[in-house]
């Protein structure tokens, strides 16, 4: 079975500063990873995703996430964060090939200006 | 393109009652996934359906059912509505690419609440 792990409930940092929002993922298999973000009353947005490649992948609104095989994690980062990144940020792992995808348990970011 | 749309938007129903909720994907998008978010359990994967057909099923009760017309909008039905079941909905649309599982796109959801 797959599974992912959003080891922290919330991450507060400070405007300006690098961010991280950590996540760990267990499939048997070569892991398709998505990060998508959730605004208030709203629907997901995608952020970014790693199918194959380049481990540093770049998203939307400057964000990007690292795929590490050996630590099985694929944590989202920012250089600089903005107040407006304040939401919950969900992790995401499938096998591909029509697999159904699965979600973490979601991390929520609150940035303070 | 027009995104994923879900109708209702709000739905408040007693216990017993049944409720479907309705899923227009994104024009050219075959695969429509359905997912409950609660704040205690998270996103939870409910079904999903490629050109009619139910290809994925999660750990839900007999009671959530669903269906996929020949024009991949889908439909989500929930029998005997129990508390546990207030949540909000959401359906995402994707269209595989080479290789299988592709971006999936979230409509904004359904917030369905039981009393």
């Known amino acids: 079975a797959q599974s992912v792990a959003q080891p922290e409930d919330q991450v507060n940092v400070a405007e300006g500063n690098p961010l991280t929002v950590k996540c760990t993922y267990s499939v048997s298999g070569n892991p398709y990873l998505f990060w998508y973000v959730q605004y208030p009353n709203r629907g997901l947005q995608f952020l970014l995703k790693?199918?194959?490649?380049?481990?540093l992948v770049k998203g939307s609104y400057g964000f990007e996430a690292e795929f590490n095989k050996s630590q099985t994690s694929f944590h989202l980062k920012k250089p600089s964060a903005l107040v407006s990144d304040s939401a919950l940020y969900f992790c995401?792992?499938?096998?591909?090939?029509?697999?159904?995808?699965?979600f973490g348990i979601g991390t929520k970011l609150q940035v303070i200006p | 393109k027009a995104g994923v749309t879900q109708t209702p938007r709000y739905l408040i129903k007693t216990r017993g009652q049944q409720v479907t909720l309705s899923c227009s994907p994104i024009s050219g998008h075959r695969s429509v996934s359905w997912y409950q978010q609660t704040p205690g359990q998270g996103l939870q994967f409910l079904f999903e359906?490629?050109?009619?057909?139910?290809?994925n099923k999660g750990n839900f009760p007999g009671r959530f059912s669903g269906r996929q017309f020949s024009n991949s909008r889908s439909e989500m039905n929930v029998s005997t509505l129990e508390l546990g079941d207030s949540a909000l909905y959401l359906c995402?649309?994707?269209?595989?690419?080479?290789?299988?599982?592709?971006?999936?796109?979230f409509g904004p959801g359904t917030r369905l609440t039981v009393l």
């Open positions: 995402a649309s994707s269209s595989p690419g080479r290789g299988g599982t592709d971006t999936q796109y």
């Open positions: 790693y199918i194959t490649g380049d481990n």
């Open positions: 995401a792992v499938s096998l591909g090939g029509y697999q159904k995808v699965t």
């Open positions: 359906y490629f050109s009619e057909t139910q290809r």
